[in-house]
T-cell receptor, first 111, second 114 residues
Framework: RKEVEQDPGPFNVPEGATVAFNCTYS??????FFWYRQDCRKEPKLLMS???SGNEDGRFTAQLNRASQYISLLIRDSKLSDSATYLC????????????FGKGTRLSVIA | DAGVTQSPTHLIKTRGQHVTLRCSPI?????VSWYQQVLGQGPQFIFQ???????GRGNFPDRFSARQFPNYSSELNVNALLLGDSALYLC?????????????FGPGTRLTVT
């Protein structure tokens, strides 16, 4: 089983829709989680850190479920500019790999 | 403030050659990490340096090496290039303070090996 797993999509949604992505992780010792956004042929950019109680930033809400070992990202009122690949990332509690990335979920918001 | 910068932006090499990629972190950041991103995959960790010392190494062959300089900039070197080394090479910097620590990526160097 991969350490971080995501549905690769693509998710094709109309403008204004609400869309949610889930990401599962296998290492229960993982301490910190992030969502990064990556536009085509660009570098990943930090979207949100995910804290134990979850957090919200405008139209974006991230939640962590440690019991089931998954994190989620909810995007409300989707905009065309939200079209990108969303990378689920974890920080291991131990070991020598600072960040472990999922393969990403591709989102296309359609007019 | 300037973000993470990387050079060159694009590079074409042939098999067997050597390449050096460069990275300058955000001012005040002392940690630099290198990642390889193959098309369709998430970034894979190669190295982390903090205060000029290697603090972590991913599952990459010895053809890959790196170093960090006193000004915290870094170089990634790859010897005996293979076709499979074609990828986007990303550098990320962080302060490595607090938990969690957040990494900020440069625009990357796109390496093509022919």
């Amino acid at each position: 089983r991969k350490e971080v797993e995501q549905d690769p999509g693509p998710f094709n949604v109309p403008e204004g829709a609400t869309v949610a992505f889930n990401c599962t992780y296998s290492n229960s010792a993982s301490q910190s989680f992030f969502w990064y956004r990556q536009d085509c042929r660009k570098e990943p950019k930090l979207l949100m850190s995910v804290y134990s109680s979850g957090n919200e930033d405008g139209r974006f809400t991230a939640q962590l479920n440690r019991a089931s070992q998954y994190i989620s990202l909810l995007i409300r009122d989707s905009k065309l500019s939200d079209s990108a690949t969303y990378l689920c990332v974890l920080l291991r509690n131990s070991g020598n790999t600072p960040l472990v990335f999922g393969k990403g979920t591709r989102l296309s918001v359609i007019a | 403030d300037a973000g993470v910068t990387q050079s060159p932006t694009h590079l074409i090499k042939t098999r067997g050659q050597h390449v050096t990629l460069r990275c300058s972190p955000i001012s005040g950041h002392k940690s630099v990490s290198w990642y390889q991103q193959v098309l369709g995959q998430g970034p894979q960790f190669i190295f982390q340096y903090y205060e000029k010392e290697e603090r972590g190494r991913g599952n990459f062959p010895d053809r890959f090496s790196a170093r960090q300089f006193p000004n915290y900039s870094s170089e990634l070197n790859v010897n005996a290039l293979l076709l499979g080394d074609s990828a986007l090479y990303l550098c990320a910097s962080s302060t490595v303070r607090g938990i969690p620590y957040e990494q900020y990526f440069g625009p990357g160097t796109r390496l093509t090996v022919t």
